[in-house]
T-cell receptor
Framework: DTAVSQTPKYLVTQMGNDKSIKCEQN?????MYWYKQDSKKFLKIMFS???????INETVPNRFSPKSPDKAHLNLHINSLELGDSAVYFC????????????FGSGTRLTVV | LAKTTQPISMDSYEGQEVNITCSHN???????ITWYQQFPSQGPRFIIQ???TKVTNEVASLFIPADRKSSTLSLPRVSLSDTAVYYC???????????????FGQGTELSVKP
């Protein structure tokens, strides 16, 4: 009954590879996000989708491409992985009519070697 | 979006009350104050939100003075399991309701010792 689930939880890959992280929420929320948390614990927003429409696209390399097949799913595809992409990536969702803020997934720890 | 300043770290002992203060001098009229908690290896979790005065729930209390330029998260009788990073966020509710974003600062790393 996990509210926001991400897969995989851990991902170790070599430089130059392409990888995807999947996110699903069963809360009926209409907005989903991708956040990146670096080694210094700063959480930075990357993308936001509202009802499958891209709302926020922060200054992120175009190697990162989000895709939202429906409002319950938001996947993140990363091309040509670099060492600096190593971080924990969090998916989150919320309802634009609610007041309870974000619900975050448990994160995907990406390590590029 | 209003910038927030909070202590980088705090130490406490089990059973004590912990107060974490957040400064947000340029808070706007429409802004709400929200606190999140992040345990190691987990995503942040909403714990409390307020606009003014005092808000209390089963987890914490939030005190907001009349000028709203700061706020204090109060955790009563902390336990080891309260060890986490606590983030103070200030956001325009209108942006919030339109799919906007909240900016996370560095947070306060609370360490509770036995």
């Amino acid at each position: 009954d996990t509210a926001v689930s991400q897969t995989p939880k851990y991902l170790v890959t070599q430089m130059g590879n392409d990888k995807s992280i999947k996110c699903e929420q069963n809360l009926g929320h209409d907005t989903m996000y991708w956040y990146k948390q670096d080694s210094k614990k700063f959480l930075k927003i990357m993308f936001s989708y509202n009802n499958k429409e891209l709302i926020i696209n922060e200054t992120v390399p175009n190697r990162f491409s989000p895709k939202s097949p429906d409002k319950a799913h938001l996947n993140l595809h990363i091309n040509s992985l670099e060492l600096g992409d190593s971080a924990v990536y969090f998916c989150a969702s919320r309802s634009t009519t609610g007041t309870y803020g974000y619900t975050f997934g448990s994160g995907t720890r990406l390590t590029v070697v | 979006l209003a910038k927030t300043t909070q202590p980088i770290s705090m130490d406490s002992y089990e059973g004590q009350e912990v107060n974490i203060t957040c400064s947000h001098n340029n808070i706007a009229t429409n802004d709400y104050i929200t606190w999140y908690q992040q345990f190691p290896s987990q995503g942040p979790r909403f714990i409390i939100q307020g606009y003014k005065t005092k808000v209390t729930n089963e987890v914490a209390s939030l005190f907001i003075p009349a000028d709203r330029k700061s706020s204090t998260l109060s955790l009563p009788r902390v336990s080891l399991s309260d060890t986490a990073v606590y983030y103070c966020l200030v956001g325009d509710r209108a942006l919030y309701n339109q799919g906007g974003k909240l900016i996370f600062g560095q947070g306060t790393e609370l360490s509770v010792k036995p």
